[in-house]
């Protein structure tokens, strides 16, 4: 079975720009969780998808957003960047409430 | 509040000693808890759950739930043990995934 995997690996945006990011979950798995990771923060959850729908979401703001398609892919976008956007994004995917496989993460550099 | 502290940033112990990664959570309930690992230049895995009371990789965890703590121990460390650890709870099943992480603790493993 082919793992979690996540597109682009690496990006570099300019402050005020956008960005899509995008993660295809292990074959089967209908539930997309995401991540942020930052040395400061460590791992802080973004949202979570089951079904095409946002089951939960976390204490971001209002330029992070995300959906899933019928397929179970899910990208996540930010708008109007940052620079304590720079992070690694991660994705993680499930079969429902088991264990969560995570992908290689994107990482975003925000100049 | 659903908090996850690992009082340890880094943590260095030499081959062959036995190792001890502290986990303490605050949640209003019966979480489940975890420990997932992180090896140089590969995705975060999942190392321990609760529920499993089985040992991985020669190590073990346990739930003490007057204590609110799931330390991670192995009582001989090896050099491949070198990683980053991260423990983390998830609400009881009940619809949502969401993983809450402590910051992690870098363990060092010297030959």
């Known amino acids: 079975k082919a793992g979690v995997t996540q597109t682009p690996r690496y990006l570099i945006k300019t402050r005020g720009q956008q960005v899509t990011l995008s993660c295809s979950p292990i074959?089967?798995?209908?539930?997309v969780s995401w991540y942020q990771q930052t040395p400061g923060q460590g791992l802080q959850f973004l949202f979570e998808?089951?079904?095409?729908?946002?089951?939960n979401k976390g204490n971001f703001p209002g330029r992070f957003s995300g959906r899933q398609f019928s397929n179970s892919r899910s990208e996540m976008n930010v708008s109007t960047l940052e620079l304590g956007d720079s992070a690694l994004y991660l994705c993680?995917?499930?079969?429902?409430?088991?264990?969560?496989?995570f992908g290689p993460g994107t990482r975003l550099t925000v100049l | 509040a659903q908090r996850v502290t690992q009082p340890e940033k880094l943590l260095s112990v030499f081959k062959g000693a036995p190792v001890e990664l502290k986990c303490n959570y605050s949640?209003?309930?019966?979480?489940?808890l975890f420990w997932y690992v992180q090896y140089s230049r590969q995705r975060l895995q999942l190392l321990l759950r609760?529920?499993s009371r089985e040992s991985i990789k020669g190590f073990t965890a346990d739930l003490n739930k007057g204590e609110t703590s799931f330390h991670l121990k192995k009582p001989f460390a090896q050099e491949e043990d070198s990683a980053m650890y991260y423990c983390?709870?998830?609400?009881?099943?009940?619809?949502?995934?969401?993983?809450?992480f402590g910051k992690g603790t870098k363990l060092t493993v010297n030959p």
């Open positions: 993680a995917s499930s079969s429902g409430y088991n264990e969560q496989f």
């Open positions: 998808y089951f079904s095409e729908t946002q089951r």
């Open positions: 074959s089967g798995h209908r539930s």
């Open positions: 983390a709870l998830r609400p009881p099943q009940g619809g949502s995934e969401k993983l809450v």
């Open positions: 949640y209003s309930g019966s979480p489940e």
């Open positions: 609760h529920i």
